[in-house]
Protein backbone atom coordinates (compact mmCIF):
# COMPACT_ATOMS: atom_id res chain seq x y z
CA UNK A 1 0.00 0.00 0.00
CA UNK A 2 3.11 2.30 0.43
CA UNK A 3 4.38 1.83 -2.99
CA UNK A 4 0.99 2.51 -4.10
CA UNK A 5 0.81 6.24 -2.60
CA UNK A 6 4.41 7.05 -3.67
CA UNK A 7 2.37 8.73 -7.11
CA UNK A 8 -1.19 9.92 -8.17
CA UNK A 9 -1.08 6.82 -10.55
CA UNK A 10 1.05 3.39 -9.84
CA UNK A 11 0.56 0.65 -11.81
CA UNK A 12 2.37 -3.46 -11.13
CA UNK A 13 3.03 -5.22 -13.89
CA UNK A 14 5.07 -7.68 -15.12
CA UNK A 15 7.18 -7.49 -18.74
CA UNK A 16 5.58 -10.40 -19.89
CA UNK A 17 1.45 -9.24 -19.46
CA UNK A 18 0.20 -7.94 -22.49
CA UNK A 19 -2.39 -6.44 -20.52
CA UNK A 20 -0.62 -4.45 -18.05
CA UNK A 21 1.04 -3.03 -20.86
CA UNK A 22 -2.60 -1.76 -22.62
CA UNK A 23 -3.76 -0.56 -19.41
CA UNK A 24 -0.33 1.45 -18.87
CA UNK A 25 -0.93 2.99 -22.18
CA UNK A 26 -4.62 3.70 -21.83
CA UNK A 27 -3.94 5.44 -18.64
CA UNK A 28 -1.06 7.49 -20.72
CA UNK A 29 -3.63 8.14 -23.18
CA UNK A 30 -4.85 10.78 -20.87
CA UNK A 31 -2.09 12.32 -20.73
CA UNK A 32 -1.41 10.59 -16.94
CA UNK A 33 2.56 9.82 -16.34
CA UNK A 34 2.09 6.94 -13.77
CA UNK A 35 4.91 5.24 -11.67
CA UNK A 36 5.67 1.78 -13.20
CA UNK A 37 7.02 -1.27 -10.69
CA UNK A 38 7.72 -4.33 -13.17
CA UNK A 39 7.23 -7.51 -10.60
CA UNK A 40 9.78 -9.46 -12.42
CA UNK A 41 12.41 -7.37 -12.97
CA UNK A 42 12.11 -5.28 -9.39
CA UNK A 43 14.50 -6.69 -6.01
CA UNK A 44 11.47 -7.24 -4.45
CA UNK A 45 8.82 -8.07 -7.03
CA UNK A 46 7.82 -11.64 -5.31
CA UNK A 47 7.19 -10.13 -1.99
CA UNK A 48 5.28 -7.15 -3.79
CA UNK A 49 3.45 -9.95 -5.64
CA UNK A 50 2.31 -11.63 -2.90
CA UNK A 51 1.23 -8.14 -1.07
CA UNK A 52 -0.93 -7.32 -3.77
CA UNK A 53 -2.76 -11.06 -3.78
CA UNK A 54 -3.16 -10.31 -0.26
CA UNK A 55 -5.10 -7.09 -0.88
CA UNK A 56 -7.24 -8.83 -3.37
CA UNK A 57 -5.38 -8.99 -6.54
CA UNK A 58 -6.34 -11.83 -8.33
CA UNK A 59 -4.44 -12.08 -10.81
CA UNK A 60 -1.48 -9.81 -9.29
CA UNK A 61 -1.15 -8.02 -12.05
CA UNK A 62 -1.89 -5.35 -13.45
CA UNK A 63 -2.78 -3.57 -10.19
CA UNK A 64 -3.75 -0.18 -10.46
CA UNK A 65 -3.59 2.31 -7.49
CA UNK A 66 -5.18 6.01 -8.25
CA UNK A 67 -5.45 8.37 -6.33
CA UNK A 68 -3.87 6.56 -3.61
CA UNK A 69 -6.13 4.13 -3.36
CA UNK A 70 -6.33 0.68 -4.93
CA UNK A 71 -8.39 0.77 -7.95
CA UNK A 72 -7.83 -2.80 -8.72
CA UNK A 73 -6.86 -4.93 -12.21
CA UNK A 74 -7.86 -4.50 -16.10
CA UNK A 75 -11.04 -5.13 -15.56
CA UNK A 76 -11.42 -2.41 -13.11
CA UNK A 77 -9.64 0.19 -15.40
CA UNK A 78 -11.61 -0.50 -18.92
CA UNK A 79 -14.89 -0.97 -17.10
CA UNK A 80 -14.17 2.63 -15.28
CA UNK A 81 -13.21 3.88 -19.25
CA UNK A 82 -16.13 2.53 -20.78
CA UNK A 83 -18.28 3.76 -18.45
CA UNK A 84 -16.26 7.36 -18.96
CA UNK A 85 -15.49 7.53 -15.48
CA UNK A 86 -11.48 6.72 -15.47
CA UNK A 87 -10.65 10.46 -16.64
CA UNK A 88 -12.60 11.92 -13.61
CA UNK A 89 -11.20 9.51 -11.41
CA UNK A 90 -7.63 10.46 -12.75
CA UNK A 91 -8.80 14.49 -12.80
CA UNK A 92 -9.34 14.26 -9.03
CA UNK A 93 -6.41 12.11 -8.10
CA UNK A 94 -4.10 15.31 -9.96
CA UNK A 95 -2.35 13.18 -12.39
CA UNK A 96 -3.78 15.19 -15.11
CA UNK A 97 -5.10 18.61 -15.63
CA UNK A 98 -7.71 19.47 -17.65
Given at each position: ?12 T ?32 R ?6 M ?42 I??
Amino acid sequence: MKLGATSAVVVFTKNSCCISHSIETLIRSFGANPTIYELDTHPNGRKMEKALMELGCQPSVPAIFIGKELVGGANEIMSLNVRGKLKQLLIRANAIWV
